[in-house]
């Protein structure tokens, strides 16, 4: 006889987290109405007790594409392109798309949501661990595009970052390049940055060099200007880098500008490798020379996420959580061959 697990109700949350079934159906259907403390430990003693999903009844043929910021998923370098691969998949599917922004609110819930208006929804770039798990339990099927969270198996899209900054790092150890500086966006606990130092250091440790902490310096994704002072950093040292890995190509061209204050060429005195291949960055026109970057196709990453969303939609026992977008090296102008002069 196959034994059944038990069915996790509110009131064993209730009881559990010690408040009552109001606060509980509060916390799981309407999050505003409940203080962040209150509706967060509700919240993880349901994760704790497995509490089910809530199976949808009827599709409604809305797609939600939720982001932090507005400007960074209409105008961003990086995803607006992926949202240009998102649309025109929605569109040979005639699903409508509903757009929301939590506008970096962790108390913002979309009503998309709180409603159940959608059968599915992309989360773009970080999303609120208490907004995700409110969508899982009105059973709405969901995928994050390009930004994991630690510690939850959700289905993911990110580009290959570890494959993406072996490639960067190998291709200026070829050039003959020893002191590689890396100028990451994130602290280093965040997952995408911890997977491309992680592969920054192996590729020095496989090349027989130690890696230096003074060469890792810390900037801002959603404040490029901050690679102008970590830049300097690194070329305000004894022991300058002669080449420097950028893990974004906004990092880079901010980089660009302290390298050339400085009255250095690149990449004739330092080499500098980007991370994106941007092609409509917050410029006139990309600054010369052409950056030497790791190709991520975004279209392809929204479109692949569209799939996959349709995918866990239409099978919602699949197990998969994790997608990869392959990245490539392009060589342009940026980096070069170093001068022998040790």
Known sequence: MVKRRKLVTIKDIAKEAGVSLATVSFALNNPERVGSQTRRHVLRIARELDYSRIKKSKMTGNIGLISDDYHNLLFGEFYNHVVFGILPELKKHNINILIDSTGNDPECFPKMIIKNKIDGVLFLGKSSRDLIFIAEQKGIPLVLVGHPIPDLELPTIIP???????????????????????????????????????AYRFALNKAGLKEDDKYIIE?????????????????????????????????????????????????????????????APAYAELPKPELTTIHVDREEMGKSSVEILFDIIQNPEQTTYRYTLPVKLIVKWSTKLLKTQD
């Open 160 to 198: 290959d970052g570890r494959s993406g900054a072996l490639q960067a790092i190998n291709h200026l150890l070829e050039l003959g390049h020893k002191k590689i500086a890396i100028i990451i966006g994130e602290p280093k606990f965040d997952p995408i940055t911890a997977e491309r130092l992680e």
């Open 219 to 279: 900037a801002d994704y959603g404040q490029p200007e901050t690679a102008i002072e970590a830049t300097n950093k690194l070329l305000n040292l004894p022991d300058p880098p002669t080449a420097i890995f950028c893990t974004s190509d906004s990092l880079a061209y901010r980089s660009y500008e302290a390298i050339k204050a400085k009255g250095l060429k690149i990449p004739d005195d330092i080499s500098v490798i980007g991370f994106d291949d941007i092609t």
